[in-house]
């Protein structure tokens, strides 16, 4: 089993900035991918950033590629996303996953974190 604590969300105006935290627990934490997704309302889950399982190889949603920038440290099993140039569209619910396969489908995590409420101003 992994356990996965999200922090580090909160209210930001429009071309702010903010990281997130993703910290894992359990065993294997270092041998699994990690993601993070986003939940707008009314809207359905969507990939954000994966990350290979040294930090060499990352990807994301084309629509965030030059904003974001995701980032892992294995020794302490933290996954981070920071956020630059945030826009009122980037308002949503933010989720850190981890799984076993690289994948940017939903269904291919097994684990997730809490979620943590992202909201830019405009």
């Known amino acids: 089993q992994v356990q996965l604590v999200v922090s580090g969300g909160g209210l930001v105006q429009a071309g702010g900035s903010l990281r997130l935290s993703c910290a894992a627990s359990g065993r294997t934490c270092s041998r699994i991918y990690r993601g993070w997704f986003r939940q707008a309302p009314g809207k359905e889950r969507e990939f954000v950033s994966l990350?290979?399982?040294?930090?060499?190889?990352?990807t994301y949603a084309a629509s965030l590629k030059g904003r974001f920038t995701i980032s892992r440290d294995n020794a302490i099993n933290t996954v981070y996303l920071q956020m630059n140039s945030l826009k009122p569209e980037d308002t949503a619910v933010y989720y850190c996953?981890?799984?076993?396969?690289?994948?940017?489908?939903?269904?291919?995590?097994?684990?997730w974190g809490q979620g943590t409420q992202v909201t830019v101003s405009s």
């Open positions: 996953a981890a799984g076993s396969i690289w994948s940017t489908s939903i269904g291919a995590y097994n684990y």
């Open positions: 990350i290979s399982l040294n930090g060499d190889v990352t």
